[in-house]
């Protein structure tokens, strides 16, 4: 196994050899994940050279590389992949928002759930939210003006305005923490789903790659159009079951802030991108709907092991 190998090669710097071919899509996206995750929190084992050894580096180029095909096909299939006009590309994003069917993990959450399932989602959801934000910050000192400033504006609020107990990551932590869930980094990655994975990794590879910013900001703006509206339904949901506190804080920190973040991403960060650098638009667009699409693959594998139709 792949990741196996890896995990043994982080822990021995002095370890070579070939790396082995992955033998499944959970192996492959582990894989990356850990190698990802060299270049944000590290693991306490690892040697912090690791991050840039240039065998390793080998092995991630060729994971992206596979990821990035499948992420770019799905993406020609949906038959979306035509450049709009530069300045229409807040309303290219809020077409392709408006057209997304994928199935609603906070519907089933606000109205049937139960503890366990939303539990479990919690689990699955800290993968993101306890980092949540960091992949975007790679993607600040490689936007022209106005980007940056409004990414930035996006950025001060989601670590906190300057305050670490408003860090929305930290804010999950409590969360987690007061429904009786591990706040540590990585405590779940062991149980993430495969699609999990893969979300987390689509968000990583777009934001390590300098050539992917427009991607990058395409995800950013997706992610916090679908955010606000199922925030509440997640704090109603956690009120339902008795989760209300520090976790429905975190969520309904999200109903507000969101709804601003909504056009900052969209106008500000990806609008002036596009005007700015105009063979960026469509790469943002395929950001969003890689967003959206590893969301719906997500959800739809989360509602069927819960026997629930989407
Ligand atoms: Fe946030
Ligand atoms: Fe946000």
């Known amino acids: 196994m792949l990741s196996e190998w890896l995990v043994a090669r982080l822990a021995e710097p002095g370890l070579t050899g070939e790396a082995p071919a992955p033998d499944s899509r959970d192996d492959e996206s582990i894989a990356l994940w850990t190698l990802h995750e060299l270049s944000f929190r590290g693991f306490e084992d690892a040697d912090e050279r690791a991050e840039w050894d240039p065998g390793l580096l080998g092995v991630r180029r060729d994971l992206e590389e596979a990821l990035e095909e499948r992420l770019r096909s799905r993406w020609s299939e949906a038959g979306r992949d035509s450049t709009p006009r530069a300045g229409g590309v807040p309303e290219a ?3 392709l928002v408006a057209e997304d069917d994928g199935p609603s993990l906070a519907d089933h959450v606000r109205r049937h759930a139960d503890r366990d399932q ?5 689990r699955q959801r800290s993968v993101y939210h306890l980092k949540e934000s960091d992949p975007s910050a790679f993607v600040v000192p490689r936007l022209p003006v106005r980007a940056k400033a409004a990414l930035m504006a996006l950025q001060f609020d989601e670590y906190g305005d300057g305050d670490p107990n408003r860090l929305h990551s930290h804010l999950f932590a409590r969360g987690l923490e007061a429904v009786g869930l591990r706040p540590e980094y990585g405590a779940y990655v062991d149980d993430a789903l495969t699609e999990n994975l893969e979300m987390n990794n689509a968000g990583s590879l777009f934001g390590l790659h300098r050539r992917l910013r427009g991607a990058a900001m395409g995800h950013l703006a ?12 997640m704090v109603q949901g956690l009120d339902r079951l008795g989760l209300a506190g520090p976790m429905a804080d975190y969520y309904d920190e999200h109903v507000e802030a969101d709804a601003v973040h909504e056009h900052l991403a969209a106008r500000d960060i990806c609008g002036t991108l596009a005007e700015d650098e105009p063979d960026q638009a469509e790469d943002i667009l395929f950001g969003a709907f890689t967003c959206l699409d590893v969301e719906a693959r997500f959800a739809t594998v989360m509602l069927d092991t819960w026997g629930v139709a989407g």
Do not use: I
């Open 93 to 95: 994003l809020e077409e």
């Open 118 to 122: 939303v539990l479990e989602l919690l």
């Open 222 to 233: 997706a992610f916090e159009m679908t955010s606000s509206l199922p925030s509440r339904k």
